[in-house]
């Protein structure tokens, strides 16, 4: 406190010198720079747990001021700020008392000049040791099975901090129990110690351990007040009678007893064990018993075990008895045998000491005396035993087992016939002799090779699951205990129905057919189980034929083939395996249908001879139509007009042709039509009138085969008073001559 006052002092005179050189310094700018910073720590870099510590930082400024520059000096540890100050000394100092672990670091520290700035180097300081922690204990009497709480705490350092809590026994080497924890939020831990037996005097010991960087601190270990334990009860012990030798046939008494101290407040539970099977027990008291008559069996090491919540106490002793009698033996001259056969058993004692004998079968006596014959039969099987007593004392025989073995009946193979056997489906063959001793042993042959095995405890039918592909014969043979050879059933035959998988469809000969020949497709499949229905469609599902047969294969015959039968067929083909699902299909098959090289001619023959007609028929239909509307005009003075033939042929001669050609007209030779000469002139829009003028050819016509009379037409046109009148005649004739 002293020392801040005396700083602040120091300050204020830094201040008021500052104010009295004002006038001097006015005008004038200082110049400030820091030549050096660095750190001395005190007493050292490396610090024992509990010194005091100084930490200064020293400053070197230069400036071109009378007075010393305020500046700030910042402490750091670990990059943390935890101390500043305001500053016109060279040497800043921060004092740390009682150094402990949390102090051990990396330490620096800055000066701030104006907006100047300088570090120092980094600074490693160690604190060695860890203060020693403070033991305290809840109790310093304790009583067995009971409970101590430890407390052990380091008031001074900071977590987290490891503990290890040891409990110890007075005047004994080394620690009865160790327990160690870590306690992260605070500087103590409280554990629990159980108080055992045979803790009569013990103690706790503390240890803390404190993380410092990459080092571990360790205290020193830190001993607790004695405690005193109370007994809660004795040691058990154990009390046998009769004393001394002890003979089958005696009560036996075993006993064994404790002391329970008043502080306890509920009895423990005492417990007799023979090896580890537990005899006797008690609650709520002092004393267990025993009790049984001795037998040779009650031989051995006994405890008694003496348990409350967390205490238990054991001791052990050794009981002999002396046996009266071995015990019994029974005897076969065979175990296994056939149904039958004589079955002997005889029941013996080494040495042969006069006792009562009885024989049993489970818990039904079968004789009163050491031996027992009888023919064997299957009800006998089982197991038997034999008693002899002497007095109070029964003993009983190991047992014998004894199997009588009935004979097999012959077995009978069966499955379930109700419905058919589809390929690829999984069928239960069973296979049952109801009569015989069990377990038998049942092997399936199929096709003569053992197909599966299995043993059964029960005359229940033995059952195998099989996967036929095709008829298929099954056979079972039985075998039990019995001497008889094994027993074989009767043959069984499965048949099996393979479903159509596969369906093709062929054509006899070519694809491609003749008009007028015959199809034939055939339609046939892979294995398949008849009877299989075929049926044949045409294009888009059209049926053309179905049958059913047992065949794999069916055909189609369609005679005189026409266009008509050309396209695409398939077939598909089922059989019963195939109605769960749909039929398959076979590939589809393109035909089609040709016409022979001479109806081919014949066609084209016919085809040429109907188009030459309709050229003929069209030309002469064109000839007529254009010598009608172009036939030659003659003038109205004409006495007669040239008749056509049928074979439009001129019927005049060679000075009519001239006759005509004076006319003005010239002959068309190509058309055999008369074209006028002026034909290239204007069309005359003129009124026409038309006479008509029956004419009789001439006798030197008469030479044709027929005769007929022509009509002459005069065309008068009227004609523009510009134009002169012009007169045509036109002859129309009958191309028969009428």
């Given at each position: ?51 005091n ?6 400053v070197?400024?230069s ?7 305020q ?26 008392p ?47 099975g ?19 809590i040891e409990k110890?026994?007075?005047?004994t080497?080394?620690?009865k ?5 870590t ?14 037996e ?24 830190i ?26 046939g ?27 099977a ?30 409350a919540?967390?205490?238990?106490k054991?001791?052990?002793i050794?009981?002999n ?5 071995s ?27 006069p006792?009562?004998?009885?024989i ?13 014959t ?8 089982g ?5 002899a ?25 069966f499955?379930?016939s109700s ?51 095709k ?8 075998d ?49 189980t ?30 005189k ?8 067929y ?26 022979a ?17 309709v ?11 254009k ?14 007009v040239?008749?056509l ?5 001129k ?28 034909e ?30 022509e ?28």
């Amino acid at each position: 406190m002293q020392l801040e006052w005396t700083q602040e002092g120091k300050m204020w005179l830094g201040a008021l010198l500052i104010l009295l050189l004002c006038p001097s310094l006015e005008g004038q700018e200082n110049s400030f720079t820091i030549n050096d910073i660095h750190m001395e720590i005190l007493p050292g870099e490396e610090v024992q747990n509990g010194e005091n510590m100084t930490l200064q930082c020293i400053v070197d400024i230069s400036t071109t001021s009378h007075i010393k520059p305020q500046h700030w000096v910042l402490f750091y540890k670990d990059d943390v700020l935890f101390h500043n100050v305001s500053s016109m000394e060279n040497t800043e100092s921060y004092f740390i008392p009682r150094a402990r672990v949390y102090d051990a670091g990396t330490y620096k520290c800055t000066v701030i000049l104006n907006n100047k700035e300088k570090t120092t180097l980094e600074y490693q300081v160690w604190v060695k040791g860890v203060s020693d922690p403070i033991v305290t204990l809840d109790k310093k009497e304790a009583i067995e099975g009971g409970v101590v709480k430890v407390n052990c705490s380091v008031p001074e350092e900071k977590p987290p901090i490891h503990f290890t809590i040891e409990k110890l026994k007075l005047d004994t080497k080394g620690f009865k129990q160790k327990r160690e924890k870590t306690s992260p939020n605070q500087n103590f831990m409280m554990l629990e110690f159980t108080v055992e037996e045979q803790d009569h005097v013990i103690f706790f010991q503390c240890q803390a351990r404190i993380i410092s960087g990459t080092h571990m601190e360790t205290s020193r270990a830190i001993k607790s007040e004695l405690v005193t334990v109370t007994e809660s009860f004795s040691n058990p012990k154990f009390h046998v009678s009769p004393e001394g030798v002890i003979t089958e046939g005696d009560q036996l008494y075993i006993r064994c007893t404790i002391q329970v101290t008043h502080l306890v407040q509920a009895f423990p539970e005492i417990i007799i064990q023979k090896d580890k099977a537990i005899v006797a027990h008690k609650r709520h008291g002092n004393e267990a018993t025993y009790s049984v008559m001795a037998m040779a069996e009650h031989n051995g090491n006994y405890t008694c075990k003496v348990e409350a919540s967390r205490i238990s106490k054991v001791s052990s002793i050794v009981v002999n008895i002396t046996e009266l009698f071995s015990k019994p033996k029974l005897e076969s001259s065979i175990t296994r045998l056939d149904q039958g056969e004589s079955l002997n058993l005889w029941c013996s004692i080494p040495e042969a000491p006069p006792a009562n004998f009885t024989i049993q079968k489970e818990n039904t006596i079968v004789s009163q005396s050491q031996n027992f014959t009888k023919i064997a039969s299957a009800t006998d099987s089982g197991t038997y035993t034999c008693n002899a007593s002497m007095g109070k004392v029964v003993k009983r025989s190991s047992a014998v087992q004894i199997t009588v073995c009935e004979m097999l009946s012959k077995p009978r193979i069966f499955y379930d016939s109700s419905s058919e056997v589809i390929k690829g489906q999984t069928i239960a063959v069973s296979c049952q002799s109801i009569n015989g001793t069990t377990p038998i042993s049942y092997h399936l042959l199929k096709t003569s090779n053992i197909l599966e095995s299995r043993d059964m405890s029960s005359n229940e039918p033995a059952v195998f699951k099989d996967n036929p592909t095709k008829d298929t014969e099954y056979q079972c043979i039985v075998d039990n205990c019995h001497s008889h050879s094994e027993m074989v059933s009767e043959v069984l035959r499965v048949k099996v129905i393979a479903p159509v998988d596969e369906v093709k469809l062929s054509i006899l000969m070519n694809a491609e057919v003749e008009f007028g020949k015959d199809i034939e497709l055939l339609c046939s499949v892979n294995e398949a189980t008849g009877p299989i229905t075929y049926r044949f469609y045409k294009e888009a599902g059209s049926l053309l034929y179905q049958i059913t047969s047992n065949e794999t294969h069916a055909v189609w015959y369609k005679s005189k083939a026409s266009k008509e039968d050309e396209g695409q067929y398939y077939c598909t083909a089922s059989n019963r395996a195939n109605r769960l699902k749909s039929s398959p299909q076979s590939n589809v098959l393109t035909v089609r249908v040709f016409l022979a090289a001479w109806i081919k001619g014949l066609i084209a023959v016919v085809v040429i001879g109907v188009i030459i007609g309709v050229l003929i028929l069209g030309a002469r239909c064109y000839i007529l139509k254009k010598a009608k509307a172009k036939q030659t005009p003659v003038e109205m003075s004409r006495p007669a007009v040239p008749l056509l033939n049928s074979t439009n042929e001129k019927m005049l001669s060679d000075p009519n042709t001239e006759v005509n050609r004076h006319y003005g007209y010239n002959e068309d030779v190509g058309n055999h039509a008369m074209k006028p000469i002026n034909e290239n002139k204007e069309p005359l829009t003129l009124d026409v009138e038309y006479t008509e003028v029956e004419v009789t050819s001439p006798e030197p016509y008469q030479g044709l085969e027929t005769k007929g009379t022509e009509t002459v037409y005069s065309e008068i046109r009227k004609a523009n008073p510009d134009f002169m009148e012009n007169r045509y005649s036109r002859t129309e004739g009958s191309l028969d001559g009428t």
